[in-house]
């Protein structure tokens, strides 16, 4: 019975997901007439072909967000990493002031505006694709995670053991206490990855050449660029002008940019899944 009853929880977790991607695949005027089904009256990819009209600026706009996606993660992992292992160690002198220097930007940030004048005035970054990698590829969050977990997971006795046979601290950190932190840089290079995957705002700030637009970004500009189309819909009367907007598959489409948007990063999910669960619980029992 508890089988089925999380058989059924999970089932309920998946279909609005599935129902998203049936409904992309729906012909718009079947929806418009028959509402939203499970099993449409009619099939249609009508909504995909629209989107793949902006020819190879899709492809672009994916592969832009995937290199920022796996450069960003793995910035992120080398820097969290060390910075973490830092501060969670008794003998480093300075932990407290460091600490203290990740927690205070969890409580008060800069701004908006001296963040845009950092980026482009002082790091001349606009325009690039550092400007979409490096103002976030540092979280106080992950910091304090990561050291949680340095200072529960990692016994002092295997650091001791490490400078023992002669090591020094980089290679005690390369070679014992990475190999053991698995779960903890899972956890949070999953949600780097996600966080990149999913920005779509600091594009809108600092990219304006369309060969660096990410995958958000684009799909955002599609969105925009329909809801113009059908608020426009009547200026002017044109015959040809109505009749594009009962053919322009606007509901369809923004189900395809969820699909689009949502299966790549999906499988993501397999190589993190083995340790992500024991991620969560950094800290939460302490033998």
């Not at 189309?229 to 606007?250: E, K, S, Y």
């Amino acid at each position: 019975m508890a089988h089925i009853g999380i058989g059924l929880f999970s089932l309920a977790c998946v279909y609005p997901f599935l129902f998203v991607v049936v409904l992309s695949f729906t012909d718009e005027q079947s929806l418009a007439k028959n509402g939203y089904k499970i099993i449409p009256e009619q099939w249609s990819v009508e909504a995909y072909t629209y989107l793949f009209r902006t020819g190879n600026q899709l492809l672009r706009s994916y592969g832009v967000t995937l290199f920022i996606t796996v450069v960003g993660t793995l910035l992120t992992l080398v820097i969290v990493s060390l910075y973490a292992y830092a501060i969670s160690r008794s003998y480093f002198h300075f932990r407290g002031f460091f600490s203290f220097v990740a927690f205070f930007t969890m409580l008060f940030g800069g701004g908006l505006v001296p963040s845009y004048i950092v980026v482009t005035q002082v790091l001349h970054l606009k325009d690039t694709m550092w400007a979409l990698i490096l103002p976030m590829c540092v979280s106080a969050f992950s910091i304090l995670i990561m050291r949680t977990f340095f200072k529960t997971m990692v016994p002092d006795a295997i650091i001791e053991s490490g400078k023992i046979d002669g090591a020094g601290e980089f290679r005690v950190f390369l070679y014992l206490v990475l190999p053991i932190s698995l779960p903890g840089l899972a956890t949070i290079g999953l949600f780097a990855a996600l966080g990149y995957w999913n920005d779509w705002f600091n594009a809108l700030l600092y990219i304006d050449d369309a060969r660096l637009l990410p995958l958000q970004s684009l799909l955002m500009k599609v969105e925009t660029n329909i809801q113009f189309i059908l608020q426009n819909a009547g200026v002017g009367g044109a015959a040809d002008r109505t009749d594009m907007v009962r053919t322009l598959p606007a509901e369809t489409t923004r189900m395809a940019m969820v699909v689009l948007a949502t299966v790549p990063i999906i499988f993501a999910y397999p190589f993190f899944q083995r340790y992500f669960v024991q991620g969560l619980t950094i800290g939460a029992v302490k033998e």
